[in-house]
């Protein structure tokens, strides 16, 4: 029995430019004594092009380079394009007092895809990531009101925001060869909004508490469905204490509630709550070296969850078990 040894040559990507050329122009002015104003605006022109590219792109079997091996085929044209935009924020602070204050922030945005949603294409085993390359910028218009308490032991800030977007950018699940795949797409139109939350409170001296929280939720206005791949309602509520100049201790909770408000086609996720334990050890000098060091467990109870933006491939769904990791950090 005669062994064959063959090596297959893929390109994910292709060799591909992508510039950009732009002028931004901003001001920021008092208005009253308590009132701040911000004017920004940016003009850009970019411009890309892309080589064909085959896959696989060639194959060595037993030291032979073969670059037309069978079922080679073009998975991406020689094309090239052409984005122009423009885009401006007006934004205004108003301090209620030396410790707070509140803000209101409106933008219109632009976002050209970059090179990677433009010609992704990754074997994940299961499932296919394919970009398109004759994707549009992502437009758009963004507002948000914020508050923010920052005194000696308490810091909170909270803000709610609202996104409008055109030609969102995302990916779909689909076909491609006759394989699931998630394909890059855009939404015709799409609305974000939600809000996010953060505290921290010097409770004594050497002891933090800090929680935070976020929601947000997507719709697809053009065909009022949901929009995929948005995380669920999430919170982390920990501490810090902090014994020594040289060490502090953490310990926090993360909270995940159940995702099923989901895209066609896309898997819904229940909650889980995880717990994590560390231990730093900062600012040592060892000779000429500066170190620090970190131990600590990951997921203490080992708990089985599924991250609703996990990018893990294949048969693999769930997230890690329980974690025991030391990690150092030397600076010569």
């Known amino acids: 029995m005669r062994i064959s040894y063959i090596t297959i040559y893929e390109k994910p990507l292709p060799d591909a430019n992508y510039s950009s050329s732009g002028i931004y122009l901003q001001d920021e002015m008092n208005l009253f004594d308590d009132l701040n104003l911000t004017l920004g605006g940016r003009y850009d022109y970019i411009w890309l ?23 080679q085929k073009i998975i991406w044209n020689a094309e090239s394009a052409e984005n122009k935009s ?16 509140i803000s209101f922030n409106a933008a219109r945005s632009f976002r050209s895809p970059s090179l990677e949603e433009r010609y992704q294409y990754i074997d994940l085993g299961s499932v296919i990531r394919v970009g398109d390359p004759d994707l549009k910028p992502e437009q758009g218009y963004s507002f948000d009101l914020g508050f923010r308490l920052f005194q000696n032991d308490i810091n909170i800030t909270t803000s709610i925001f609202l996104n409008s977007l055109k030609d969102l950018v995302t990916e779909i699940p689909g076909t491609y060869d006759n394989r699931n795949a998630l ?12 809000f996010e939350y953060s505290f921290n409170f010097r409770l004594i001296s050497q002891l933090n508490i800090y929680n935070t929280l976020s929601y947000v939720r997507g719709l697809n206005q053009k065909d009022d469905q949901d929009l995929p791949q948005i995380s669920p309602l999430n919170s982390i509520l920990g501490f810090e204490y902090a014994p020594f100049d040289w060490m502090n201790i953490g310990f926090a909770s993360i909270l995940f509630a159940e995702q099923n408000k989901v895209a066609p086609g896309e898997k819904t996720t229940p909650g889980y709550v995880a717990f994590n334990f560390k231990v730093n050890f900062i600012n040592l000098n060892l000779a000429n070296i500066k170190a620090s060091f970190s131990t600590g467990i ?35």
């Open 49 to 71: 092009n892309n080589a064909e590219t085959f896959n696989p792109l060639y194959e060595v079997n037993d030291g032979v380079i073969n670059n037309n091996p069978a079922g």
């Open 86 to 101: 423009y885009v401006f924020n007006i934004g205004l602070l108003y301090s209620l007092s030396n410790q707070s204050n």
């Open 183 to 194: 394909i890059k797409a855009n939404i015709g139109e799409a609305l974000l909004y939600g």
């Open 298 to 332: 990951e997921n203490i109870l080992d708990k089985e969850y599924r991250n609703h933006l996990s990018t893990n491939r294949g048969s693999i769904m769930t997230e890690p078990g329980r974690n025991y990791f030391i990690r150092a950090n030397l600076a010569f």
